[in-house]
């Protein structure tokens, strides 16, 4: 039987007329050779702390589809790759790490080369997306991506999210959307956070290598609206020989009144960590029995950071249509100390490094959208405006065990960007509506440079065009079509260079502060059989360059224009009203598109990528997953005569809650043990006693072996 939404969303389309802008439900909301660059190659829950594992009502609310949702034209997906997740889905995986969290997103990637502090790698859609770059991540409004970074353009760490507090995960892939700018061209994830808990949540996991963890969260009202507040901590060694000693303390303070589309949220959130790090190690170590396969060649490698921010969105529907206002202030740190090439650079002390960021983000967001008939055709407007402003202060220094010896440089920087940006949705017919937008974003910055030829101003602005077309549905079924250009800032600092800053002579080449990509895709969506939701999209993404900015070196390697050319298949089925399986796969072709001697591949591209499992549960009684993720080989130099390895991990899940409120679950991360590697590398390093001019080798963070965790959670 039909729900109520699809009822009025089904008579709405043969009807010829969108939805109304107002939306009644409650809190919905709508490298090159042998050098790596940076020496790395680098249905809705609103008012519940998502369940670990899924109830039949929140299985249905994993993937909005076409015009089989209710509500607004603009939030129904104009891709077949665009997706709404739920919370209650992402909670009902077991993961390792935070960060991990985020792989519910059909063909994303989502692994670690170093400490638990460091911000993640992503891959998706062929790119080795390092820390971020081409994958812009949003929480609650607030972008997590960080421009001109000490450790890498875009470095996104995801660390201070708390996964219970999810209430969605909103996908969108290629550059196809007017709302989304800097960071967006590979995808862009928006995650929202819940307003209220029905129950307050203590939960407690202790497990393998010092695995400790603690949770409490609540929900109470205070005046006309509710005040939600949330801890956590969490220690961690994991199985190095030099512990990691990870050391987090998050917290969430919010007060929200209304609904998304009528009301208000306030939200102080607030993130430290300290941890030592085993990075990555030349894989000629191990085998010659240095160290083994969890040991460091550098013990002091680590770092600290934190992140403070407050924010507030607010929103008003009328017969004016709907307004949306976003404004954020973000307050954050970092210190790493790397050492990725031990003794190549400088023989007595080591190639130890420190990378600091320090910055304040401002930023303020307001949007409009309304209805209007054109030429006898119902259409929906949106008009945004996109503001932000970063004061940056971002180092590189040399070190010995975390003790500065010597400044390569230190900046002072303040970047801006202003983007406009405009959609129209119309519906021609009952199973016809096309989406058309543009956006200008216009950057700007000033760096004041310890080496004053490195100082200067640069600015650059960039137009967009953007569109879309959906046919359907037809059996249950809809046809996409999206064409778009996109982009992704570079470091300003590489904008404004002139000399090398650890000479402070030889001359270097400045770089574009901006750098436009092109994609297309098109693909199917359909519920055709009983319970399965199946898509498949087939895409093309260009990039004029692949500018990448060499953190370690204080430089800015320009790569080369590059074309990734891939299909996405996911699929979810509700086999019965407690059982869930699910598969995705994705094949993508990387290439540079230039001509040289040295090859063509692009380092660290995936082609292959899988993942897929079964989530069975209730509200009360047993509970589990199995699931497993295929990361195929890549490339790791030009030629494509050096690959890495292939990993396939499965995790497990099994619990039990009771009438009374308690759960107790138990998790199997890396189920079988699987002997494979979370990255790697491919670059010149040198160890103790080898040749001066280094050794050519795989660098590797192998992944953690079997580890158990057992919660034990009350909600009261």
């Known amino acids: 039987m039909a729900s109520p939404a699809d009822a009025q969303s089904t008579a709405a389309a043969r009807s010829g007329q969108l939805p109304a802008v107002t939306v009644d439900s409650p809190d919905a909301r709508p490298r090159n050779r042998t050098r790596p660059p940076r020496r790395e190659s680098r249905g809705r829950n609103p008012s519940a702390i998502q369940p670990s594992a899924p109830t039949p009502s929140t299985f249905n609310s994993g993937v909005t589809s076409g015009s089989a949702t209710a509500g607004p034209a603009y939030m129904q997906p104009t891709a077949a790759s665009a997706i709404s ?23 994303l990637i989502v692994t670690q080369h170093s400490g638990e502090g460091k911000a993640n790698q992503y891959f998706l859609r062929g790119f080795n997306l390092d820390h971020g770059t081409d994958l812009s991540i949003k929480v609650d409004g607030m972008p997590v991506n960080m421009p001109t970074h000490g450790h890498g353009q875009g470095y996104a760490d995801i660390n201070f ?36 808990l029905p129950k307050n949540v203590l939960e407690t996991t202790n497990g393998s290598f010092g695995y400790h963890r603690g949770l409490a969260a609540g929900s109470t009202a205070v005046g006309a609206g509710t005040l939600l507040a949330a801890v956590e901590g969490v220690k961690y060694n994991g199985p190095w020989d030099v512990p990691d000693n990870v050391r987090k303390l998050n917290g969430v303070l919010r007060y929200s009144q209304g609904t998304s589309t009528d009301g208000f949220t306030l939200s102080a959130m607030a993130y430290s960590n300290g941890w030592n790090s085993t990075d990555q190690v030349a894989q000629r170590a191990i085998d010659q029995g240095i160290i083994d396969r969890f040991g460091s060649l550098d013990p002091t490698d680590g770092g600290v950071a934190s992140r403070f921010s407050l924010s507030s969105n607010w929103a008003q529907s009328n017969a004016y249509g709907q307004s949306k206002i976003n404004a954020y202030v973000i307050n954050s740190s970092l210190r790493l100390y790397n050492n990725f ?114 100082s200067g101003n640069a600015q650059a602005s960039m137009t967009i065009p953007k569109a879309g077309i ?12 999206n064409a778009g250009y996109g982009l992704h800032s570079n470091d300003i600092r590489g904008a404004t ?19 436009r990509s092109k994609g297309a895709e098109l693909g199917i969506r359909t519920k055709a059989v009983e319970g399965l939701t199946s898509s498949l999209a087939l ?5 004029d360059s692949e500018l990448l900015f060499v953190g370690d070196a204080g430089t800015t390697e320009p790569s080369r224009p590059s074309r990734r ?19 995705d796969v994705a094949y993508t072709r990387a290439r540079f598109t230039d001509f040289d001697p040295a090859g063509n591949f692009i380092p660290g591209a995936p082609a292959w990528v899988a993942a897929g499992g079964v989530t069975f549960g209730s509200e009360t009684g047993w509970f589990g997953a199995l699931r497993g993720r295929y990361f195929g080989p890549r490339p790791l130099i030009e030629d494509d ?33 699987a002997r494979t590697n979370q990255i790697e590398y491919y670059y010149l390093s040198r160890l103790p006693g080898e040749p001066i001019g280094g050794v050519a080798d795989r660098h590797v963070h192998p992944a953690e072996p079997l580890a158990v965790r057992l919660t034990l959670a009350g909600r009261f």
């Open 85 to 107: 997740i739920s919370g209650a889905e992402v909670n009902a995986r077991p993961f390792s790490r935070v960060g991990e969290a985020l792989e519910v997103v059909p063909g």
């Open 470 to 481: 959906v046919l359907g549905p037809w059996y249950k079924t809809e046809f996409y079509g």
């Open 341 to 454: 090439t031990y003794f190549l650079d400088d023989p007595v002390n080591g190639d130890q490094f420190s990378q600091m960021d320090r910055r304040t983000v401002y930023g303020f967001n307001a949007s409009h959208a309304f209805d209007m008939r054109v030429a006898g055709i119902e259409t929906q407007t949106r008009i945004g405006l996109q503001t932000r402003a970063d004061d940056i202060r971002v180092g590189l220094f040399k070190t010995l065990q975390r003790e500065t010896l010597s400044t390569v440089r230190q900046d002072s920087v303040r970047e801006g960007n202003v983007g406009l940006w405009a959609d129209t949705t119309a519906r021609w017919t009952d199973w016809l509506r096309t989406t058309i937008g543009i956006r200008e974003d216009y950057f700007a910055g000033r760096v004041l440079s310890d080496t004053p030829e490195n």
């Open 497 to 515: 260079i002139t000399v090398d800053p650890i000479d402070k002579v030889t001359p270097q080449d400045r770089v574009p502060l901006l750098v």
């Open 641 to 673: 005569s050096v690959r890495s390895q292939s990993s396939l991990i499965f995790n497990a899940r099994a619990g039990y809650k009771f009438d009374n409120g308690l759960k107790l679950q138990l998790d199997v991360l890396n189920l079988f043990s």
């Open 539 to 543: 895409f093309v993404l260009n990039f």
């Open 161 to 196: 999210m708390i996964p219970e507090l999810i209430q969605s995960v909103n996908v969108r892939k290629g550059p196809y959307f007017a709302d989304v700018g800097d960071f967006g061209s590979a995808g862009a994830l928006a995650i929202d956070y819940i307003n209220r």
């Open 565 to 583: 050319v891939g299909v996405e298949w996911t699929n979810q089925y509700q086999v019965l009203p407690w059982m869930r399986l699910d598969l």
